[in-house]
């Protein structure tokens, strides 16, 4: 089982959305666009403040190793 850490490859900003991705074998475009949506119903700021606490808390990735 892989543990969560932020993506050093498939990174927009932190690389959450690309570690979640790599972690969960899901598209980290689909979850960024799920995140924009849930940041217009629900607001902006709380999701910004998600954001940068999992930014401190997730480890980032080992090296990036290309093929």
Known sequence: MQTLHRSRANRVLAG?????????????????IIF??????IGVVPLLILY?????????GG???LM
Do not use: H
Request: charged content about 15%; proline content about 6%; aromatic content about 12%.
């Open 16 to 32: 959450i959305f690309g570690g979640l991705g790599e972690t969960y074998r899901l598209d980290a475009n689909i979850l960024r």
């Open 36 to 41: 924009v949506l849930v940041a217009l119903t």
């Open 52 to 60: 940068f606490v999992a930014w401190l808390l997730i480890p980032e």
């Open 63 to 65: 090296p990036v190793t």
